[in-house]
């Protein structure tokens, strides 16, 4: 982070809480859900709580804004963490683009020549199995053949196995440049999605998010979040 922005989504509809469901109450575990607010104070409350009152657990509040401005901050740096510059410096676009299209283009190319070997073993058989003696290979000649046809199916789709992966992981790179180019207009991009959106968001990157246990709801603080994703397993790929 270039700097420390002021992050404060604007709030369309005041009743969305896009943390719901992710956050999980530090007492019994289960999810927090928003909770009985009033228009000025605004908490996520445990949902045993607020479903099964305070005999089951706690209410165990947690500031809205808070913890909102905080997830979103970690999200940011989270994904700037994945820190692509030097690769992208090392392959620019138009390289990836073009060596992605020879890719592809010998991809065409093995496909046919499998077609090809495939067809000459079909035939092979064919030519072991004739009616016509005079047409008849050997049982020596057919097993000699077919042997080294299968050889050569065996290199080809080999080598289109490679090049699939080779094609996967640059679709990936590309991928990644548009994340980059997310993260400098996050924020932008953040405020202008909808509220529904911004809970679709969170979601799809965060599994859980704990909080602290805290005597007061001033005490309680986000402790930890556990991503979907792991962005050190991202940069162990890329440096592959
Ligand atoms: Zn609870």
Do not use: W
């Amino acid at each position: 982070m270039k700097s420390k922005r002021s992050i404060q989504p604007k709030k369309i509809h005041p009743g969305t809480y896009p943390l719901s469901g992710l956050l999980k109450c530090p007492q019994c575990g289960s999810v927090m859900v928003q909770g009985n607010s009033s228009q000025k104070y605004k908490y996520y409350q445990c949902n045993k709580n607020k479903s099964s009152g305070k005999s089951a657990c706690s209410s165990n509040l947690i500031k809205k804004n808070y913890a909102e401005e905080y997830v979103l901050e970690a999200v940011l740096s989270q994904i700037n963490t994945l820190n692509l510059s030097p690769l992208l410096q090392a392959i620019t676009i138009s390289n990836l683009n073009s060596n992605l299209v020879s890719l592809e283009d010998e991809v065409k190319i093995l496909k046919k020549a499998l077609e090809k070997v495939e067809k000459k073993i079909i035939d092979l058989y064919k030519l072991f199995n004739a009616e016509d003696e005079d047409e008849r290979i050997s049982t020596e000649t057919f097993t000699l053949l077919v042997k080294e046809a299968e050889k050569e199916k065996k290199r080809d789709q080999q080598r289109l196995n490679e090049l699939n992966e080779r094609i996967a992981l640059q679709k990936d790179l590309n991928l990644s440049q548009n994340i980059n180019f997310v993260v400098d207009d996050f924020i932008s991009f953040y405020q202008l999605i909808s509220d529904e959106d911004k809970k679709l968001l969170f979601h799809n990157l965060i599994k859980e998010i704990h909080i602290t246990k805290g005597s007061t709801t001033k005490e309680r603080k986000i402790k930890e979040i556990i991503y979907h994703f792991l962005p050190e397993n991202m940069n162990t790929l890329l440096s592959a």
